[in-house]
RNA sequence: GGUCCCGUAGCUCAGCUGGAUAGAGCAACUGCCUUCUAAGCAGUAGGUCUUUGGUUCGAAUCCAAACGGGAUCACCA
């Protein structure tokens, strides 16, 4: 706190407690702190900070505008920074003097890492982001986890946590296997005798092993197909009788229902069918086998996972994001059978008796909850127990994890947090679901069936090459060498997506319209870098002339000395809050009021040196506030565009 | 059906720990580049904050219900 004695939280704590000692003198009864409410002043009116008089005036029995007055007249006798106070119905707008927005000024100048707390002076969290599985390329909907949990870890960072990013990788399952299957059954042999690989097609290696998941799905439908359709005709050579038996009975129920419960009878069947499958039983044989360390397949398995990662690797070094520790399922999926046997043991959980393993969470207004299945293997919230028990012992400074997820798992970390609190472990409470919404398109949801899955890698590449035409056009780019360029463009094209992404509440689903996510202009991640672009040169061409000693402000340069003070503590909110969405519209703000003033105030070109250099130094720390918002939601600033 | 989330301008979103006349951006329309980068600025127009009750000095904000949209309730992940 007192890093920043001139940031407004502190201004607020110093008059609070100044009203707190005087309250007695001034209005004759103890003052309860909760009367005490502070907001900025609206920008329609004088005044810099307002107090809201209505609790003084109830609990006094006197008319608002008085106690205002007395108030107004005390703060401006106590307190040296308060210059004068205008009192407007129920609001004492309290005016702070211009030394006061000077030495503001001054200060943050002085500090190349304004708004930035100490590192390391607060607990260490660990944020969990990505966790993508390894049968398919990363989508749309993992941009917004990435770019979220990355700037969330920054924001952690820059609140002074000490942060850990991770991932789990969800390496194991059924999933991959699928992958597997169709690629040793459909992979084409190449003239040379090999098979298909990234390095002999070309083909990026999530992207080749996404294309047989697909092709793993194309074949399980048609044989679903076929499979539905002898049931149909009353064929049922090699199916058991309960497989019939439970066919009848769902067929059966289907008589007089609703569209809707229909629609879950027929899926119910579909179901039934998928088991009968034989290319579904070959996957889950291979399952098997893989859990069982079938020497063949567990090298399929460790080759064409390595194929993805390296896909994966180049998804995110375009991202700009980094990992600090992987965990991945395979290993941790035994750990977190091991906390359930342990847990079954101390009467955590209870057995059935076909040997499944549940917790009963009736208690807490939630089902019973499988943990470990009959047969004894994993299911998904095994290996998140241990998963997280593992990276409490691997960090043992750790107070607590922060998981990147989509909020439809909300239920599950529900009962996830739950379950480890049961188990015993108290900083259960400091784990936390950063649960953010679903990105849908302008056509609707993305649905992988319907082919409508936005491709990260590919719009990436759109989003700069629009970037890339657009800047070769209007930018000023001529002292650029040709690697400057295209790093140049990288950043533009890159910083709107982001900046489109991050700028809506995590919390709430969002629309991702392709053509606006690469606007240049109004609330767009390109118009907040063009603004750093254009003061840093000014910067340049200024060349910060010899020290004038007594800088001069007037009301024009108030207003964004008042916005960038607020930084400090909207940096501590945003970390907070998980929320990325608010340092965005911050910056946004910030720029617009930038542009007015640059627009409406000559810098350069101020006659009076001490007027000028108290802009220019104005400029210098409204460019540095954007650089270092800009990259905490991991965009670079560029200094010409 | 149970539980949870959401409903603000034509569109996309802020504002939500109750406070002044509900704000931006886009789209539309009007101005401003011989002057510090016009990816900019200034302005016009656009609203029953889904509805109905309640709480109180005061409600977009809190509570309840209705309507509309979404998620989830797997021996999937």
Redesign the pocket.
């Known amino acids: 706190m007192c890093l920043y004695p001139n940031h407004t939280k502190f201004m607020e704590r110093e008059l609070k407690e100044v009203l707190i000692q005087q309250a007695s003198n001034w209005l004759g009864i103890p003052m309860q702190t909760d009367w005490i409410?502070f907001q900025p002043?609206?920008k329609?009116?004088v005044?810099d900070l307002?107090l809201?008089v209505?609790?003084f005036a109830?609990a006094l029995q006197r008319p608002p505008a008085e106690v205002a007055a007395i108030l107004g007249e005390g703060l401006k006798n106590e307190v040296s920074y308060v210059e004068g106070y205008e009192v407007?119905?129920?609001?004492l707008?309290i005016i702070f003097s211009n030394d006061h927005w000077l030495h503001c000024l001054e200060s943050m100048d002085r500090d190349d890492m304004y708004g930035i707390s100490a590192p390391n002076s607060k607990p260490t969290v660990m944020v969990e982001y990505a966790s993508p599985?390894t049968n398919k390329p990363l989508h749309l909907g993992h941009l917004r986890n990435i770019f979220l949990g990355y700037s969330v870890a920054e924001l952690k960072k820059a609140n002074g946590h000490r942060v850990v990013k991770t991932q789990v990788i969800?390496d194991r399952?059924?999933?991959i296997c699928k992958s597997m299957l169709a690629w040793q059954r459909y992979a084409p042999v190449l003239p040379n005798g090999e098979r298909e690989t990234p390095a002999n097609t070309g083909i990026k290696g999530d992207k080749l092993v996404g294309k047989y998941y697909v092709a793993f799905e194309k074949h399980l439908q048609e044989e679903l197909a076929s499979v539905l359709e002898r049931w149909k005709a009353g064929d049922f050579s090699g199916t058991s009788n309960a497989v019939q038996e439970k066919y009848k009975e769902l067929t059966l129920a289907c008589v007089g229902k609703d569209e809707k419960a229909l629609a879950g009878i027929h899926d119910k069947i579909k179901e039934l069918a998928k088991n009968e499958t034989e290319i579904l039983q070959a996957a889950k044989d291979m399952l098997v086998r893989w859990e069982a360390r079938d020497p063949e397949t567990y090298l399929l398995w460790s080759t064409m996972n390595g194929w993805v990662y390296e896909g994966f690797d180049v998804t995110y070094q375009r991202m700009g994001v980094d990992f600090d520790r992987l965990y991945y399922e395979s290993d941790t999926f035994l750990l977190g059978k091991d906390q359930v046997m342990d847990g079954l043991a101390r009467g955590v959980f209870f057995q059935?008796p076909?040997g499944?393993i549940w917790i009963d969470l009736s208690s807490e207004g939630l089902?019973e909850k499988?943990v470990l299945?009959?047969?004894g293997t994993a299911?998904?919230i095994t290996q998140d127990i241990g998963t997280a028990i593992e990276r409490f012992h691997n960090y043992q400074d750790l107070s607590g994890i922060v998981y990147t997820v989509g909020?439809?798992?909300?239920?599950?970390f529900k009962v996830l947090f739950l379950i480890l609190e049961k188990l015993g472990y108290s900083w259960a409470k400091n784990c936390f679901h950063l649960s953010y919404g679903?990105v849908d398109l302008p056509s609707g949801?993305m649905k992988s069936r319907e082919g409508t899955v936005v491709d990260a890698d590919d719009l990436m590449e759109e989003v700069v090459m629009a970037?890339t035409a657009?800047?070769e056009e209007?930018?000023?780019i001529a002292a650029l060498s040709e690697a400057e360029r295209k790093a140049l463009f990288e950043h533009?094209g890159m910083g709107g997506l982001k900046y489109y992404l991050l700028?809506?509440?995590p919390?709430?689903?969002?629309?991702f319209?392709p053509e606006?996510s690469i606007?240049?202009?109004?609330?767009t991640g390109?118009?907040i870098q063009?603004t750093h672009?254009?003061i840093?040169?000014?910067l340049r061409?200024a060349e910060m002339e010899t020290q004038v000693h007594a800088l001069r402000i007037e009301s024009n340069e108030i207003a964004l000395i008042k916005t960038l003070s607020s930084f400090p503590s909207l940096i501590e909110e945003a970390s907070e809050a998980y929320s990325p969405?608010?340092l965005a519209?911050y910056l946004?703000e910030l720029t617009?009021a930038y542009?007015?003033f640059?627009?409406?105030?000559?810098?350069?070109?101020e006659p009076d040196p001490s007027l000028r250099q108290a802009r220019l130094i104005l400029s210098s720390n409204v460019a540095k506030i954007l650089g270092t918002g800009l990259r905490l939601l991991g965009i670079h600033a560029p200094a010409?565009?």
Not at 88 to 91: K, R
Not at 519 to 523: E, Q, R, T, V
Not at 598 to 605: S, V
């Open positions: 409410q002043t609206r329609d009116v005044g307002t809201m209505f609790p109830k407007i119905q129920g609001f707008n599985n969800n399952g059924i999933h059935k076909d499944s089902d499988l299945r009959s047969d299911v998904y909020n439809e798992q909300d239920y599950h679903m949801k970037a657009m800047t209007r930018g000023q533009i700028k809506v509440d919390k709430k689903r969002m629309m319209n606006e606007d240049l202009m109004g609330n390109p118009f063009y672009a254009r840093n040169s000014l061409k969405a608010l519209n946004f617009k542009n007015s640059y627009q409406q105030c000559p810098i350069l070109q010409r565009m």
